[in-house]
């Protein structure tokens, strides 16, 4: 059983940045490819980051390609989601989630395959 769990979230006005981590109470990560998915109110649970165990592959949503980067720390116990030039859409739960070593990030962010997710985070972008 993996649990991961999600940190750094909270409020930051249009245009600020946040950093999110993911980590699984000290075990390594690097054998998990890693996603992070947001679901805002009324609308359904999206992928927007995924990155592969051994991190040299990353997908992006369209809607946060060049503002949000995903990596993978060097200590192999946390995955962080860098989010920069928040606007309001960007508010919602942030989740955390898992998949095994031979998933595919492309299949990872389309919520296929997924086995362990995190409680989730919540980010709220408002002035």
């Known amino acids: 059983q993996l649990q991961l769990v999600e940190s750094g979230g909270g409020l930051v006005q249009p245009g600020g940045s946040l950093r999110l981590s993911c980590a699984a109470s000290?075990?390594?990560?690097?054998?998990?490819?890693i996603g992070w998915f947001r679901q805002a109110p009324g609308k359904q649970r999206e992928g927007v980051a995924c990155?592969?165990?051994?991190?040299?592959?990353?997908k992006y949503h369209n809607a946060v390609k060049d503002r949000f980067t995903v990596s993978r720390d060097s200590d192999r116990t946390t995955v962080y989601l860098e989010m920069n030039s928040l606007n309001p859409d960007d508010t919602a739960v942030y989740f955390c989630?898992?998949?095994?070593?031979?998933?595919?990030?492309?299949?990872?962010?389309?919520?296929?395959?997924?086995?362990?997710w995190g409680q989730g985070i919540l980010v709220t972008v408002s002035s």
């Open positions: 000290g075990r390594p990560l690097d054998f998990y490819a």
């Open positions: 990155i592969s165990s051994s991190g040299a592959s990353v």
């Open positions: 989630a898992a998949g095994t070593s031979d998933t595919t990030v492309h299949t990872l962010c389309q919520g296929t395959l997924v086995r362990w």
